[in-house]
């Protein structure tokens, strides 16, 4: 199979399938397996995976556990073994648990890279599959049509108008035509256009190749053997944290030099010091922070996912927070996609076609009084344009009717049916001899057919485009010069049917005389002849209508645009309570602005008609030219530039193309609306889970700082040792640190105004919560260790400092749920996993006081009730004064949402 004495290029047909033991209906399901073991799956080498030593390795590589190892280093030389025992325990500690949770993050988001990753369609067993890429094998035949990446190199059996983009491999930025054709054996590589490569892409056409190779022995993994898949991704979120940490950092080791020669001249010991500037400098950084935001990271996409989002790009999620625009389709997005025709309607007569749905049953009866069943031939006609000029195919599958292809396309197939076609018989009395697909561009699609001794070109498109083309028309059995008024009457009634929310398709034919076995664009594009128009309807998805009215709730535009009738858009938008629909503006209108103008009109318009992907980059352009953060959708290849451009690029996972997914930074698995502001509202949530997790730690820093520095100050002796501060830092906060980061959502998530995009995590206002709330934690615990001081040991004093500093940290998770919001507003008990994580660091602290094993280590000693009725009503008094500031609208009120910029 991997014989190349003669190029793939220069083999016949018959030859080029004996070479790799296949057929031209693909190879059988049995033979896959074998041929995954022999060659491999279809991927590029890439970066080895990551492994728990590489893991482990990673979480051991950071400053935190180099001081910490210091620490552990001088106690055992000052002799203090058991302290250097502890500490050294929870550098393990530490460690696993960073560990495990990095390793539970990266599984998580590579099950979601592998929900994400590009499919192919291939023959199998003479059937049509869609498999997962890497698992193309030589000898797999290819079904490639527009869109699609091509999964390997492969030689081609069948072309249909059929051009690649190339330029991934030859640098060649026009797209290739291609063709089936034999070529010599000394062509380049570049002019094989009988060859389709690995990772270009179908830019227009149909076709149908041969795989002869696979993974890194296509041409592409030959001259690109050095790619490696990037590492892991750090979103600006994480690298802000970073910095954030190392500022900590550098700021924490300032201020234990400070601490160090404060009790240098206090008369502390030097040795008892250092231990303790450690140990401030370690209180100083939130070290549990980028496991957890990992975590968090984590945990939210996966929510996602399971609301039919798929993220590809973590970054994503911090971006939706900020969306203040949505751009999305029409067709399949904010309607169902689920295609009925309705209406057929010619020159001469109208008709009415029941039944709904792909289900063929149904009935096509004239408009008049009385009603008749009986057909024009101009419907006839076009009955048959729709069945023949199509590429789906109508089938039933366990008592349903679904549609391979378009829904469109299906649906004028099961109009054809209704009508008493059989497709499949006028297929075989009038066979396709050649094909101008459907593109974005031509807006139409034709096809060439066998007619008697003749030929005849069948059209069928976008109404004005079609119109266009025809200088006659078919009424009553007979063709007729088309006249200006026909065409005022044609335009009027597509208006017409626009205006009653229908998709409108056009259908012409243009006859040839003797043989032709090709069709060209000049062809079609003049001299046709009007046949008639479907009009089918396509109903807004119910839950379209509410998630407009979130979104709009929300503070977040809602922009629709498609390529339909500027009557049929505007029809859908008021139907789904899109604002201003009036204010549509068309492609043609669009085209004749200037860049400053259209800055200006996408302001306030929200309806954008018959416009082309290029159209879609311009308004997307003049968007964030005003400062808009876009989340677009697309799902064609020339939605590309738009998906890249946009701040949040929205790839349909059922009707979009490989590179529309490729280019996107988030994938709709059931191509709804409704679930791109799900996902604005998963985002929102997840950016306010981060928020919580570094007000919980910094705060809880930030205490201990004060405490310490002011026990120095007041000439207090040290109320906490360095591995009791260590304990609340990774196990008292560790407990809750993770259940904050899985808050559900508030009630409010989407009754608040966009983020601004460049407000980091830290904003002003919880800068002044921390300020106010940490010194709360340091008084209590200073209070009461003063108190402790006078009526009993040290030992007893440092152990009351230890519980109370500790069980702040109960009272301050629960703070630390919502910033303006009472705790017991929002759901006491809503959070569950929150109460578990303050349970097990009760049970933990009352472990580490009131048992031999805790008190030997930690050097703690038993409490009484008495000193647990002290600390505990002194803890949360921190709760009890953050409800009352935010009472008092302290920290701010909930702000209204933003109004939606109407046009008075």
């Known amino acids: 199979m991997t014989d190349t004495k003669k190029p793939w290029h220069s083999l016949e047909e018959e030859e080029l399938l004996e070479r790799v033991s296949t057929g031209d209906q693909g190879l059988k399901s049995s033979e896959v397996p074998h041929r995954l073991e022999q060659f491999g799956p279809n991927t590029l080498k890439a970066e080895e995976k990551t492994t728990v030593l590489k893991v482990l390795a990673h979480q051991l590589h950071h400053p935190l556990i180099y001081l910490l190892i210091g620490a552990a280093a001088l106690s055992a030389i000052a002799g203090h073994a058991i302290d250097a025992a502890v500490i050294g325990g929870v550098i393990v500690l530490n460690t696993l648990l960073g560990a495990i949770q990095e390793w539970k993050a990266d599984k998580a988001l590579e099950a979601l890279r592998r929900m994400a990753a590009p499919t192919a369609r291939v023959l199998r067993d003479g059937?049509?599959?869609?498999?997962?890429?890497?698992?193309?094998?030589?000898?797999?035949?290819?079904?490639?049509?527009?869109?699609?990446?091509?999964?390997?190199?492969?030689?081609?059996?069948?072309?249909?108008?059929?051009?690649?983009?190339?330029?991934?491999?030859?640098?060649?930025?026009?797209?290739?035509?291609?063709?089936?054709?034999?070529?010599?054996?000394?062509?380049?590589?570049?002019?094989?256009?009988?060859?389709?490569?690995?990772?270009?892409?179908?830019?227009?056409?149909?076709?149908?190749?041969?795989?002869?190779?696979?993974?890194?022995?296509?041409?592409?993994?030959?001259?690109?053997?050095?790619?490696?898949?990037?590492?892991?991704?750090?979103?600006?979120?994480?690298?802000?944290?970073?910095?954030?940490?190392?500022?900590?950092?550098?700021?924490?080791?300032?201020?234990?030099?400070?601490?160090?020669?404060?009790?240098?001249?206090?008369?502390?010991?030097?040795?008892?010091?250092?231990?303790?500037?450690?140990?401030?400098?370690?209180?100083?950084?939130?070290?549990?922070?980028?496991?957890?935001?990992?975590?968090?990271?984590?945990?939210?996409v996966q929510r996602m996912a399971r609301r039919n989002a798929i993220i590809r790009r973590l970054a994503a999620v911090e971006t939706l927070g900020s969306t203040t625009v949505i751009c999305s389709d029409k067709t399949g997005t904010i309607t169902r996609n689920e295609m009925t025709v309705t209406t057929l309607l010619t020159l001469g007569h109208p008709f009415k076609v029941t039944g709904s749905g792909f289900s063929p049953f149904g009935e096509i009866r004239r408009a008049g009084k009385p009603e008749t069943k009986e057909l024009s031939p101009e419907a006839k006609l076009l009955l048959e344009i729709g069945a023949l000029c199509n590429n789906a195919q109508l089938i039933e599958e366990d008592g349903a009717w679904r549609v391979r292809g378009t829904p469109t396309e299906g649906a004028l197939l099961v109009a054809a049916r209704k009508g008493g076609i059989d497709p499949q018989k006028l297929a075989q009395e009038k066979p396709r001899l050649a094909e101008i697909p459907f593109s974005s561009d031509r807006k139409y699609m034709a096809t060439l057919h066998q007619d008697g001794?003749?030929?005849?070109?069948?059209?069928?498109?976008?109404?004005?485009?079609?119109?266009?083309?025809?200088?006659?028309?078919?009424?009553?059995?007979?063709?007729?010069?088309?006249?200006?008024?026909?065409?005022?009457?044609?335009?009027?009634?597509?208006?017409?049917?626009?205006?009653?929310?229908?998709r409108v398709v056009a259908a012409a034919f243009r006859q040839f005389e003797g043989d032709r076995g090709q069709l060209d664009e000049e062809d079609v594009e003049g001299g046709l002849a009007f046949v008639g128009l479907?009009?089918?309807?396509?109903?807004?998805?119910?839950?379209?209508?509410?998630?407009?009215?979130?979104?709009?709730?929300?503070?977040?535009?809602?922009?629709?645009?498609?390529?339909?009738?500027?009557?049929?858009?505007?029809?859908?938008?008021?139907?789904?309570?899109?604002?201003?629909?009036?204010?549509?503006?068309?492609?043609?209108?669009?085209?004749?602005?200037?860049?400053?103008?259209?800055?200006?009109?996408?302001?306030?318009?929200?309806?954008?008609?018959?416009?082309?992907?290029?159209?879609?980059?311009?308004?997307?352009?003049a968007l964030k030219a005003q400062g808009e953060i876009v989340a677009m959708t697309g799902d064609g290849v020339n939605d590309a530039p738009a998906l890249k451009g946009a701040d949040i690029g929205v790839a349909m996972g059922q009707a979009g193309t490989e590179v529309a997914k490729e280019s996107a930074d988030m994938i709709l698995t059931d191509d709804d609306f409704a679930t791109i502001v799900h996902a604005v509202e998963e985002g929102r949530v997840i950016f306010a889970n981060l928020r919580r997790v570094v007000f919980f730690l910094i705060t809880t820093n930030l205490g201990e700082i004060i405490t310490l520095v002011a026990a120095l100050l007041l000439g207090l002796p040290l109320p906490l040792t360095a591995i009791m501060i260590l304990w609340i830092n990774l196990v008292t906060d560790g407990a809750c640190t993770i259940p904050l980061g899985i808050e559900p959502k508030h009630r409010d998530v989407l009754k608040q105004p966009p983020r601004p995009p460049r407000e980091g995590v830290l904003n002003l206002t919880m800068i002044r919560r921390m300020l106010l709330l940490a010194p709360v934690m340091?008084?209590?615990?200073?209070?009461?260790?003063?108190?402790?001081?006078?009526?009993?040991?040290?030992?007893?004093?440092?152990?009351v400092a230890f519980a109370t500093l500790a069980a702040f940290q109960w009272f301050q998770a629960l703070n630390a749920r919502s910033t303006r919001l009472s705790v017991f507003s929002v759901g006491l008990f809503t959070n569950r996993w929150l109460w578990a994580g303050i349970g097990l660091a009760v049970i933990l602290q009352l472990l580490v006081i009131h048992t031999p094993f805790g008190q030997r280590l930690f050097g703690t000693v038993p409490l009484t009730w008495l000193d647990w009725m002290k600390i505990v009503p002194m803890a949360a008094s921190i709760l009890v004064v953050d409800e009352i500031l935010k009472a008092f609208g302290v920290h701010g009120r909930r702000a209204p949402p933003k109004p939606i910029p109407r046009i008075s």
């Not at 056409?205 to 022995?217: D, L, P, W």
């Open 534 to 621: 479907w009009g089918m309807v396509d109903p807004p998805r119910p839950e379209a209508i509410r998630a407009v009215a979130d979104a709009q709730g929300a503070g977040i535009r809602v922009v629709m645009i498609t390529g339909d009738h500027k009557a049929t858009a505007v029809a859908i938008a008021r139907e789904v309570g899109i604002e201003n629909p009036e204010e549509a503006v068309t492609g043609a209108e669009l085209d004749a602005m200037s860049d400053e103008e259209l800055r200006d009109r996408v302001r306030t318009v929200n309806v954008f008609a018959r416009v082309t992907p290029a159209h879609k980059l311009r308004i997307l352009q």
């Open 778 to 799: 340091a008084a209590g615990t200073l209070g009461l260790f003063a108190h402790a001081l006078r009526t009993g040991t040290l030992a007893h004093a440092m152990t």
């Open 453 to 502: 001794d003749g030929t005849v070109a069948l059209v069928k498109g976008a109404p004005d485009r079609v119109l266009s083309f025809c200088t006659k028309v078919y009424e009553d059995g007979k063709l007729r010069e088309l006249t200006d008024a026909d065409r005022a009457r044609i335009e009027e009634a597509i208006s017409a049917l626009a205006e009653r929310a229908l």
């Open 127 to 300: 059937k049509p599959q869609e498999i997962h890429a890497e698992e193309v094998v030589p000898g797999d035949v290819l079904l490639l049509e527009t869109g699609d990446r091509v999964a390997a190199d492969g030689r081609l059996l069948e072309a249909t108008d059929l051009s690649l983009d190339e330029s991934a491999l030859t640098g060649e930025s026009e797209p290739v035509r291609k063709s089936p054709a034999v070529l010599s054996e000394d062509t380049p590589v570049a002019d094989r256009t009988n060859m389709v490569w690995a990772s270009t892409v179908v830019t227009s056409g149909r076709g149908k190749a041969v795989v002869m190779a696979t993974g890194m022995n296509t041409e592409l993994g030959r001259i690109a053997g050095q790619v490696r898949e990037t590492g892991r991704e750090q979103t600006p979120l994480q690298r802000r944290l970073a910095r954030l940490g190392t500022v900590l950092g550098i700021a924490g080791i300032g201020l234990a030099a400070c601490v160090f020669l404060i009790g240098l001249f206090k008369g502390f010991a030097w040795l008892e010091m250092l231990l303790f500037s450690v140990a401030v400098a370690v209180s100083a950084i939130p070290e549990g922070l980028p496991a957890v935001i990992s975590v968090t990271l984590a945990l939210g």
